[in-house]
Each structure stands twice: as structure tokens, then as C-alpha cells.
């Protein structure tokens, strides 16, 4: 297991994912938000429509569920803490960790 940074226009999170995912964050978070979350029956309560206009509903901590329970579910990635900063503003100690923002 390995930290990782998360954010979803909100705190970022620091977050233990498998190795796997932290070495390529990227395509994880991408799989995710632009396939899982579009196309898989189990994200249809992810499904919004608001003004006429299909869209999904999510944050960082959902990414963190798919990984458990369709990923990765003998090692469940975890949220550690919450950073009580934005994007911009990662402490240096954080800074070479994998990030991604939703």
C-alpha cells in the first residue's frame, strides 16, 4: 500500500491505495470517472439528471469504494486523513506523492 493525494474540488485527502494504483493514479482515476462511472450497472446511483442534463455524481471517497469492491477488494485502499488545504497549497512534505483531482 501506498499514499496517494486525492481531491474533488475540495480538501485534499491523503489516501492508501495499492501499489498498483499509486504507480499509475492517473489511469485508475480515469477508468473510473470515464468508463466505471458511465457504463458499469453498479454506478447507476452515481446517475444524475439536473436541468435536463444526464451527468454523475461523486467525490474522491467513491473512487476509494470502487477500488474495494471492484478493484482491489483483498486490499482495500483507505482515506488517512484530510490535508485542510487545496490543490495549490500541498504542504512540502506531500509534495512528491501521486495526485490527482477529480
Not at 489511469?27 to 439536473?50: G, N, V
Amino acid at each position: 500500500m501506498k499514499p496517494v493525494l486525492l481531491s474533488h474540488d475540495s480538501e485534499v485527502l491523503l489516501c492508501s491505495v495499492p501499489d498498483e494504483v499509486a504507480e499509475d493514479l492517473e489511469a485508475y482515476c480515469l477508468r473510473f470517472a470515464c468508463d466505471w462511472l458511465w457504463h458499469s450497472p453498479e454506478a447507476k446511483k452515481y446517475h444524475r439528471t439536473l436541468r435536463g442534463v444526464d451527468g454523475v455524481v461523486y467525490d474522491s471517497q467513491d473512487f476509494l469504494d470502487y477500488l474495494n469492491a471492484h478493484v482491489f477488494p483483498d486490499r482495500p485502499s483507505s482515506l488517512i486523513r484530510g490535508l485542510g488545504c487545496w490543490c495549490d497549497e500541498i504542504p512540502d512534505a506531500y509534495a512528491g506523492l501521486p495526485r490527482f483531482q477529480f
